[in-house]
């Protein structure tokens, strides 16, 4: 069956160490890839894409992750924590060319403290 | 910037009342989400729409229906609350159809029926 695995359910880091949260697949292709976080009592916001192209992608707030289509992972790291990125965190997948609306499957999500 | 609202943060209703959700996206998108988040189980995908009048059915449309006569608005409705639609609902829309565009998400409404 597709799905999507997040197989941390919660992780705690010093304020300044690196952070890698992991992300599984399992689909027929390669499906376009994301992640998001959700601050409490917000919304989810994104984070980083990807589509193709460069396996290492950059987004905002100094996070970025790594596509392995030999793992079918696409895990989010960032190298230094601050306090702020306390929060959980969501890989969603999107079956490409998928007409249904761009319908997203989340993963359970990673639930992130920063210790200080 | 793209702003999806939903109209409340927080409800509070009686088992059996007829409850409504009511989301507004102002970035001209023609996709839609309704989304119930609970501890343990992520987000779960209750219906969606990729146009005016259309809808489908997510993964858990039971209990739920949803309207959309206007391309900027999206409503559920919960025809008769019950205890276990307790939970957190997530309003989200997108650009396109092709899958590559994120989803903007409402802050939420955490709804509570006693």
């Known amino acids: 069956a597709q799905s999507v695995t997040q197989p941390d359910i919660h992780i705690t880091v010093s304020e300044g160490a690196s952070l890698e949260l992991r992300c599984n697949y399992s689909y027929g292709a390669t499906p376009y890839l994301f992640w998001y976080v959700q601050s409490p009592g917000q919304g989810l916001q994104l984070l980083l894409k990807y589509f193709s192209g460069d396996t290492l992608v950059q987004g905002i707030k100094g996070f970025e992750a790594e596509f392995k289509r030999s793992q079918s992972s696409f895990n989010l790291r960032k190298p230094s924590v601050h306090w702020s990125d306390a929060a959980e965190y969501f890989c969603?997948?999107?079956?490409?060319?998928?007409?249904?609306?761009?319908?997203?499957?989340f993963g359970d999500g990673t639930t992130l403290t920063v210790k200080p | 910037d793209v702003k999806v609202t939903q109209s409340s943060r927080y409800l509070v209703k009686r088992t059996g009342e007829k409850v409504f959700l009511e989301c507004v996206q102002d970035m001209d998108h023609e996709n839609m989400f309704w989304y119930r988040q609970d501890p343990g189980l992520g987000l779960r995908l209750i219906y969606f729409?990729?146009?005016?009048?259309?809808?489908e059915k997510g993964d858990i449309p039971e209990g739920y229906s949803v309207s959309r006569e206007k391309k900027e608005r999206f409503s559920l409705i919960l025809e008769s609350a019950s205890t276990n639609q307790t939970s957190m609902y997530l309003c989200?829309?997108?650009?396109?159809?092709?899958?590559?565009?994120?989803?903007?998400f409402g802050p939420g409404t955490r709804l509570t029926v006693t």
């Open positions: 969603a997948v999107v079956l490409p060319y998928n007409t249904n609306a761009g319908k997203s499957t």
């Open positions: 729409s990729y146009d005016v009048k259309m809808k």
């Open positions: 989200a829309s997108s650009l396109g159809n092709l899958g590559m565009y994120e989803q903007y």
